[in-house]
């Protein structure tokens, strides 16, 4: 088990509702690219995508405050295919993760757009069917963000929908069948690259803006999804260019005191210059 320990603060200065920025290091070459982020209800236990295929469970401590101490990760593991055989080069783009309520694990690919269903990510996965509108997501932008609501049902959508001026399409799984009825509003250059349910039954979508030597900036948006779908959304977080690096997982759960609390991942892309964080924002209700 290896333990990672904490790194000074970051600036520009965070925006309201900041609560720690924690810099994840191990010393594995394994280690990094992570996409996805599972958060437990109790805030310590997380389960973490990487986007080679791998994933990697690890334990938070947490001091009074609740700000993260350490982290305590277990190796990275393989997830495997319909057969049991490690995902191979070309079919390992593993991009978004989804816990549903019955305890099963749903992975979102991009290179080759599909979604695999785990009774539990070290065992064999399950292939859900693959509507025809995967094959014409671009093959470096398709299935990044995913999430399952309270009733089990499936939401992904791709990180690009093609235009500013275009909604994102949203691709709904539920009773064996996907259907693309719903689509959420595009706000300017970002894209969709995390998502999830949050314990208020809301939607949450991370989204990214690139804006080359100057870094990133991320965003995430709330949505709540009704009879005739996504209302417009509100902004609550929009980070300054340069503050973090590239957040591409989220996790929305309530603190022990009942605070609204999301917890985002970094992609390192495996180079130097970039970092794994943990970072963490308090939400208004």
């Known amino acids: 088990m290896l333990v990672a320990g904490p790194e000074g603060s970051a600036s520009p200065t965070p925006p309201p509702g900041f ?81 549903a309520p019955d305890g099963t694990i749903y992975v979102s690919f991009e290179g080759h757009a599909r979604v695999l269903h785990y009774a539990t990510l070290d065992g064999p996965a399950k292939n859900l069917p693959s509507p025809p509108g995967f094959k014409a997501l671009q093959a470096n932008s398709a299935l990044e963000a995913l999430a399952v609501d309270a009733a089990g049902t499936l939401y992904t959508l791709p990180e690009r929908s093609g235009a500013e001026q275009k909604p994102f399409p949203v691709y709904r799984f539920k009773g064996g069948k996907w259907d693309k009825k719903l689509q959420i509003p595009r706000l300017g250059r970002y ?25 990133f900036s991320s965003r995430l948006r709330r949505f709540t999804l009704g009879p005739k779908g996504f209302d417009q959304g509100e902004v609550l977080l929009q980070t300054p260019v340069g503050l973090y690096d590239n957040l591409e997982g989220v996790s929305i759960w309530r603190d022990a005191a009942g605070h609204l609390t999301a917890t985002m991942v970094s992609d390192d892309n495996f180079k130097f210059f970039l970092r794994s964080q943990i970072v963490e924002y308090q939400l208004p209700d």
């Open 191 to 215: 894209l969709a690259v995390g998502a999830d349910f949050g314990p208020d039954g809301k939607f949450y979508l991370l989204e990214r803006d690139f804006r080359g030597l100057a870094g």
């Open 19 to 99: 609560l720690d920025a924690f810099t994840w290091k191990v010393d594995t070459p394994r280690f990094g690219g992570f996409s996805g982020i599972e958060v437990a209800k109790n805030g310590r236990d997380i389960t973490v995508l990487s986007d080679r295929g791998a994933y990697t469970t690890a334990q938070i401590t947490r001091d009074e405050a609740g700000r993260i101490i350490s982290i305590a990760t277990n190796p990275m593991r393989t997830l495997q295919d319909a057969e049991g055989a490690a995902l191979q080069p070309g079919f390992s783009d593993s991009e978004g993760i989804a816990l």
